[in-house]
Nanobody, 113 residues
Framework: VQLVESGGGLVQPGGSLRLSCAAS????????MTWNRQAPGKERELVAS????????YYADSVKGRFTISRDNVMNTVSLQMNSLRPEDTAVYYC???????WGQGTQVTVSS
């Protein structure tokens, strides 16, 4: 049972990145999945969530209109498309399964010129 994130990196302000999280070892479509982030010196925060069938999504106010969460229940992946990135989006981004509290290892996103 695991979650593995990918897609982080260094991007200039205004740029885009797409994060992916590959899930294995459990019945993926039964679970709400979330993306969370933790910036240096700050607490981990919820960025976005998506229901098991993908029909219901939630976004933190700080990313609404810029980030899009999606999932593929055939490939068992959940993604986060991040557009119009800002320096304050710099953080380690984590994929999480609600229920059983399963977390990925995290992927670093740095927004800097």
């Amino acid at each position: 049972v695991q979650l593995v994130e990918s897609g982080g990196g260094l991007v200039q302000p205004g740029g885009s990145l797409r994060l992916s999280c590959a899930a294995s070892g459990f019945f993926f479509k039964s679970y709400i999945m979330t993306w969370n982030r933790q910036a240096p010196g700050k607490e981990r925060e919820l960025v976005a969530s998506i229901s098991g069938d993908g029909g219901v999504t939630y976004y933190a106010d700080s990313v609404k209109g810029r980030f899009t969460i999606s999932r593929d229940n055939v490939m068992n992946t959940v993604s986060l498309q991040m557009n119009s990135l800002r320096p304050e989006d710099t953080a380690v981004y984590y994929c999480r399964r609600l229920g059983g509290d399963l977390w990925g290892q995290g992927t670093q996103v740095t927004v800097s010129s």
